[in-house]
């Protein structure tokens, strides 16, 4: 099982329309995902019109199986499931290392109603807490969109120090940029930049900002199951295959 | 993600109109009809073996589409040509899931009509799934139906219990309850080999027979197109069967009808049967054609070969002779009479114990038979001739009918746990007879091979030979089976239960 996490330090840069996107990929080439709404300002489980359940608390949640397996909404598309929590969570890292230890109680209820995963996304909140150093460290991999602007290259920076200040492997960062605009020269100039300062950590894929994202918050689907043939469903989907080469 | 697998049901057609748009508890039914719809051919062995497991098995195009199956139906593509044996299916889901089907019978097409796929939503407020249902809507010629796949989604399973609840109300069935045949064809009545018989305290010996005969009657009937067609050799089977067991009835029940007509009707049965006969031999013998190989060393395969290719040619002459007899207007009139006869009773006189009690009279003859079983099995020992063990099998045969045929009369339970070790010993016996019958027929093989041809026949004859050699050391093992075979029958117990059940309990 991988786990894959979408985080971005910076609000605003397409991080839940990645990760909604990622989620649908996933599940479309058959690997049964979970995607977990963490971000209380993001929007996962809008986007796949699941209800957050009310019934559900912070306190112990994730020493609570059966709360957190009924807690899943099965999403409208095969193999994708969301956890609409939307809350931020405390023991959220012994939720992860259970996520992961086959003999957890956890694995075994999943298991034991079909529902064990291949691949848990993560849509993480837009700061650097408790819960993201949690993340850091229980991810294979952390996917992080950058708008190729000076603020973000500067907000990017911080995220690679705070890696290093908490001994974090780099190699675990995988960057791509995120609402592109081929008319601004400043875009091409800032991204030609940073692909030379953080050698490998970006990906080839550039995701260009485009009307068919922006009608995701109509729709209330992924671009990728409304319009397949679109140029942003199209760059999703190399995206996922080609994040899903290096994880 | 779907949880653990549901039930398949099977609901009327228009249910789907009663269900378009419907508010159902806080939820709304939403259909999405597919824009084609298909041709279609739900198969089945004759006797249905798939419907009575709750299978539902459909061709469409060169698809197989199977259900139950936990998403949607199980597919596999299995080209354009006609469907018939499972085991000559390519390999592959639907291969697996018809591993139920025995390896004798070949699939039929059971009813034909245009299928088309609809998709029904139960949406919320935000117009979010909370529980699915995939619905193939049959259109044949005679009626319709549409089989329905629910799927639960994970979390929703309140949704789900409304969408079970509702098609409930539309008076769905799952596919173990109903039967897609039955609902596409309402005149379709079910082939069943082996009709029970309705007793009640006042049916008459008599009657009893008379009501037997007509339902084998109509069993042997069911299986005349299937022999014609050559669609597989269990037609052939139970159409002997039917006629045997209607012979068993002449010859078991004596005095039911008077003594000169129940002997003219056991010949015409007879009549009937003997030209089944040899084609049903031939038919043993190609289909077992890989236990003969395996008896022999390579060496005289070749001659076996050539039997077999011998064997072939002349089950397509024998095929040709019958399914002509069978077409023809001689057999028409001869079997139409019959049927009209036990219909009508007319020429068809009591004899002197055609009014006795059926329930005490069936009581009577079983316990008889038993007693006649045990006295020749106490003489049995290993140096006793074969005659006494061939005389054995046909008693215990005509035990097993008459059992079979009574069986309403008597507590399920405790008849079946009679009829279980009895059948065992009837393996037994079976094949020791299966063993002996068949060197004789190879000798009689050998002796018609004539003159011509010298260096073939030397080979055939010695690969015959050595068979025969095989079979009579295989019938040997089974003799010696016979003693142990029958005590292991005729427990304490059973015994008992003979006693308790036909005889009163007494002695």
């Not at chain 1, 080439?29 to 709404?37: A, E, N, Y």
């Not at chain 2, 060169?62 to 080209?79: C, E, K, R, Y």
């Not at chain 2, 069911?222 to 139970?238: K, M, Q, S, V, W």
């Not at chain 2, 009581?363 to 020992?381: N, S």
Request: aromatic letters at 8%; proline letters at 4%; one cysteine or more.
């Amino acid at each position: 099982m991988k786990i894959i996490a979408c985080y971005s330090n910076k609000g605003g840069v397409g991080k839940t329309a990645t990760a909604v996107n990622l989620a649908y990929a996933l599940a479309a080439k058959g690997q049964r995902t979970l995607l977990c709404d963490l971000d209380p300002q993001g929007a996962s489980s809008f986007y796949f019109r699941v209800k957050p359940s009310k019934k559900l608390t912070e306190t112990k949640f994730f020493e609570d199986v059966e709360r957190f397996t009924k807690a899943i909404r099965a999403s409208d598309y095969d193999g994708l499931d969301i956890l609409p929590a939307n809350m931020t969570f405390r023991d959220f890292d012994v939720f992860l290392s259970r996520m992961r230890n086959s003999r957890s109680r956890l694995k075994k209820a999943l298991k034991a109603v079909k529902g064990d995963y291949d691949v848990i996304l993560l849509d993480c909140p837009p700061n650097i807490s408790t819960l993201s150093e949690n993340v850091f460290s229980a991810a294979d991999g952390i996917v992080v969109p950058v708008i190729p602007t000076t603020l973000s290259q500067r907000t990017y920076v911080q995220l690679e120090q705070f890696f290093q200040a908490n001994k974090l492997p780099l190699k675990k960062l995988h960057a791509f940029f995120s609402m592109t605009q081929g008319v601004k020269s400043l875009h091409g100039q800032t991204m030609e930049e940073m692909r030379k300062q953080h050698k490998k950590r970006f990906l080839k894929t550039q995701i260009a900002f485009t009307s068919d994202i922006e009608r995701m918050g109509v729709q209330r689907a992924p671009v990728m199951a409304t319009a397949p043939r679109s140029q942003a469903a199209q760059t999703y989907g190399t995206l996922h295959d080609e994040l899903m080469e290096r994880l | 993600m779907s949880l653990t697998s549901v039930p398949t049901y099977l609901v009327r057609s228009d249910a789907l109109d009663t269900l378009s748009g419907k508010p159902i508890g806080k939820l709304r039914a939403r259909l999405t009809r597919g824009e084609n719809d298909f041709p279609f051919t739900v198969l089945d062995t004759h006797d249905e073996h798939l419907r009575r497991r709750g299978i539902c098995l459909v061709q469409s195009g060169s698809d197989l589409l199977l259900w139950p199956a936990a998403h949607g139906p199980i597919t596999q593509n299995v080209g354009k040509d006609a469907v018939g044996f499972v085991t000559d299916l390519p390999d592959g889901p639907i291969r697996q899931a018809l591993g139920v089907v025995p390896e004798l019978r070949s699939l039929l097409p059971m009813a034909q009509g245009r299928m088309q796929q609809v998709l029904l939503a139960l949406v919320d407020t935000e117009e979010k799934t909370r529980a699915r249902a995939e619905f193939h809507v049959l259109t044949a010629q005679e009626g319709s139906a549409a089989i329905v796949q629910p799927q639960a989604l994970r979390g929703y399973d309140g949704a789900y219990t409304q969408l079970i609840a509702t098609l409930g109300e539309c008076g769905a069935k799952t596919l173990t309850e109903a039967s897609v045949i039955a609902a596409l064809n309402p005149d379709h009545r079910p082939y069943v080999a082996k009709p029970d018989l309705e007793l009640d305290a006042k049916t008459t010996a008599y009657d009893a027979a008379t009501e037997i005969i007509k339902a084998y009657l109509a069993v042997a009937r069911r299986n005349e197109a299937g022999i014609i067609a050559d669609t597989d050799i269990e037609f052939l089977h139970d159409y002997r069967i039917a006629l045997r067991k209607i012979r068993s009835v002449l010859s078991l029940f004596k005095g039911v009808y008077k003594d000169k007509q129940t002997l003219a009707l056991k010949q015409q049965f007879s009549d009937l049967m003997a030209l089944t006969g040899r084609l049903r031999d031939l038919d043993v013998y190609l289909q077992d054609r890989q236990f003969f190989f395996d008896l022999l060393p390579e060496s005289l395969h070749a001659g076996l070969d050539q039997m077999f290719q011998m064997f072939a040619e002349e089950r397509t002459a024998q095929l040709a002779t019958l399914a002509a007899h069978l077409q023809s207007p001689a057999y028409e009139a001869e079997i139409t009479a019959l049927i009209n006869r036990f219909d009508t009773c007319r020429k068809l006189r009591p004899g002197p114990e055609g009014e006795r009690n059926a329930q005490t009279y069936a009581a009577k003859l079983i316990w008889k038979r038993y007693r006649k079983i045990c006295r020749i099995a106490e003489a049995i020992d290993d140096q006793t001739e074969d005659e006494m063990v061939h005389e054995l099998r046909i008693q215990c045969k005509k035990l097993r009918y008459l059992m079979e045929f009574f069986a309403p009369a008597f507590p399920k339970t405790t008849f079946k746990s009679l009829l279980k070790p009895l059948k065992k010993l009837q393996d037994n016996l079976g094949l020791f007879n299966d063993y002996s019958v068949q060197q004789d027929s190879l000798a009689a093989f050998l002796d018609s091979l004539g003159t011509k041809d010298h260096d073939r026949n030397m080979q055939l004859a010695q690969s015959v030979g050595a068979l025969i050699a095989v079979l009579h050391q295989r019938q040997r093992e089974e003799r010696l089976k016979v003693v142990d075979s029958f005590a292991i029958f005729n427990s304490t117990e059973t015994q008992q239960t003979f006693r308790d059940l036909f005889h009163g309990g007494k002695s």
